[in-house]
């Protein structure tokens, strides 16, 4: 049994016979704390996770656990997220599934702090952002699948700030063809529609759509970032961070 705190919250993960110890706790070692007891039978069925056979089939049963457990509690993105090293300014970037938010994560992370690839959980109040620094899922060599689970460590990924919070969000949008990154700010209609499907349980917080209005507000508005390739991103970003710490 592994215990592990990511969101603001604890999740407890039986790793069975198919996955094994040494690669796991690499993977998560930003999450991984010591379990005061391996064999605790008397925790609840529904607050474990796991076995699962595989890496990649585990963290994801792991990333919807945590996001079950803060369900109502937190504004939850489907984003990646760094933060400036020395004010914790934080921008999330938020896109489906396999558009790249990974490869960029890699790419700011060497200089900014990781925070999350996966999930970002923000507090709808005062913006504090709970880190969810998971392992990333990396292509094998050939390029196939399943995809490989690689720590944050074994990346090289700054460690991040002590107290993130929320200062820019970013709708990415992947353009081959784009010559430089284009910044477009969204009106509040298009904004709160963009990001509305790029969030987990939404309508669990109270009053939900206000929550994401007084957010617009907050921040400046919401922004769509155009860009051809992840490398010419870190220049822009860390300007960004810069401008609001």
């Known amino acids: 049994m592994r215990t592990l705190r990511a ?18 706790d690499a993977a998560w070692s930003r999450c991984l704390l010591e379990s005061e007891s391996q064999e605790d039978e ?18 994801q049963a792991i990333t919807r656990q945590l996001i079950r457990k803060r369900r109502g509690e937190l504004l939850m993105l489907h984003a990646g997220a760094v933060s400036h090293p020395i004010t914790g300014a934080s921008v999330a970037y938020v896109a489906p599934g396999g558009t790249g938010k990974t490869t960029l994560t890699r790419v700011l992370a060497q200089s900014h702090g ?10 709808p109040v005062s913006g504090e ?37 929320l200062a820019a969000v970013v709708l990415l949008r992947r353009v081959p063809a784009a010559h430089e990154p284009r910044w477009t700010r969204l009106d509040l209609l298009d904004g709160v529609m963009a990001v509305v499907p ?16 007084d957010f617009y507000g907050r921040l400046g508005g ?21 401008a609001v710490a």
């Open 7 to 24: 969101l603001g919250t604890t999740v407890e993960v039986d790793l069975g016979d198919g996955i094994d110890e040494t690669e796991f």
């Open 42 to 59: 008397t925790l609840a069925s529904d607050e474990r996770v796991g076995p699962v056979p595989s890496m990649s089939g585990l963290t």
């Open 114 to 123: 990781y925070l999350t690839d996966e999930t970002v959980g923000v507090d």
């Open 129 to 165: 952002i709970s880190p969810y620094p998971k392992p990333l899922s990396t292509r094998t060599p050939e390029g196939g699948f399943p995809k490989i689970e690689r720590g944050p460590d074994e990346l090289g990924l700054q460690a991040a700030h002590p107290a993130p919070w």
């Open 198 to 213: 790029e969030t987990s349980s939404l309508s669990a917080l109270d009053r939900p759509l206000q929550v994401l209005q």
């Open 222 to 242: 919401f922004w769509r970032l155009e860009y051809a390739e992840a490398t010419d991103l870190r220049e822009s970003i860390t300007a960004r961070l810069e």
